[in-house]
């Protein structure tokens, strides 16, 4: 396992350093995500805390716990993690995945080098494959799907035509007065059973793993963005889209074309209804709808107000 020290990399990137500067890291994660051996992305005080990992990147700040800090300015924490991400890909500590790689043709599909799949599984013709990607037993991979490299794929999973499995993900960022995107060091993780409709995406984690639990159904034309987390036996209607670093608990239902915003956490056993726009933590349990989702009753209730007000 390769690494490097902090030392390094804030004499590389002139950022600030308090702690154990010989400390060594191996991979660039999310707080929640982090291991001891990371260097751990926090936006709070909750996510320094709570990690797992020893050494932490952040915004200037003094807290009473022991851990070692890398600062990066103030507002520039998204161009620092950036930065890093740069410096580790080129030490070949995290993977680049936005170099070409070759592929191999064998029975009309393409496959990059380290490609394993277990007994039973059908891959189609016209398949991309990229590197280092692993499927599980019995799996049905229909023509025309692309999975990117990293992806680690479960057994008895369903792919239908067209849809992008683990495509680098579009975490933008500011560069120059302009916008730029990463193509991230995260993969794409899908477990057991899980059935992928027809053109949808699925972005591989930026800075930790994206990943869909066992059991799950993804409708046709799903958008799920970098970083996301969605649990066991979830149903997602046609059409959804879904932004970076959402989580979502275990049998959640989101019905067509809803919409869920950035880092927002969706409990346990919640229904998203048709054309709902999630822009807060849902509690577990609950059935939501509307333009800002709320309680379903309410927003019928907050409907009908509305109807009585302009005579209708």
Do not use: W
Request: proline share 2%; hydrophobic share 40%.
């Amino acid at each position: 396992m390769k690494t490097v020290k902090l030392s390094e990399l804030a004499a590389a990137l002139n950022f600030g350093l308090t702690g154990n500067a010989e400390l060594e890291i191996s991979s660039l994660k999310y707080a929640n995500d982090a291991d001891e051996n990371s260097l751990a992305i926090a936006y709070s005080d909750k996510d320094i805390f709570r990690t797992a990992a020893q050494a932490v990147l952040t915004e200037p700040r003094i807290l009473p716990v022991r851990k070692s800090f890398l600062y990066s300015g103030f507002g520039e924490l998204n161009s620092a993690m950036i930065k890093i991400a740069q410096v580790l890909i080129a030490k070949n500590i995290c993977p680049d995945y936005s170099k070409n790689f070759p592929q191999a043709q064998h029975g009309g599909a393409m496959f990059g080098k380290n490609f394993t799949a277990g007994d039973g599984t059908f891959i189609a013709p016209f398949v991309s494959v990229g590197e280092n990607v692993c499927v599980g037993k019995n799996c049905k991979i229909d023509s025309g799907v692309f999975i990117g490299s990293g992806t680690k794929i479960g057994d008895d999973v369903k792919i239908l035509s067209g849809t992008r499995v683990g495509v680098n993900c579009h975490y933008h960022y500011e560069f120059g007065g302009g916008h730029k995107s990463f193509c991230g060091v995260g993969r794409t993780i899908i477990g057991d059973g899980v059935e992928i409709g027809a053109n949808t995406v699925i972005q591989r984690g930026s800075f930790s793993d994206t990943v869909i639990g066992a059991g799950t159904i993804i409708g046709n034309l799903v958008e799920i963005a970098h970083d996301v987390k969605i649990g066991a036996d979830c149903l997602i209607v046609s059409q959804v889209g879904i932004c970076g670093n959402v989580t979502i608990g275990k049998r959640v239902q989101i019905f067509g074309q809803a919409g869920i915003s950035n880092r927002v956490t969706v409990g346990d056993d919640v229904i998203v209804l048709a054309k709902s726009v999630v822009t807060k933590n849902i509690r577990a349990g609950q059935k939501v709808s509307g333009m800002f989702a709320r309680e379903h009753r309410d927003e019928l209730k907050h409907l009908a107000k509305i109807k009585k007000l302009i005579g209708r």
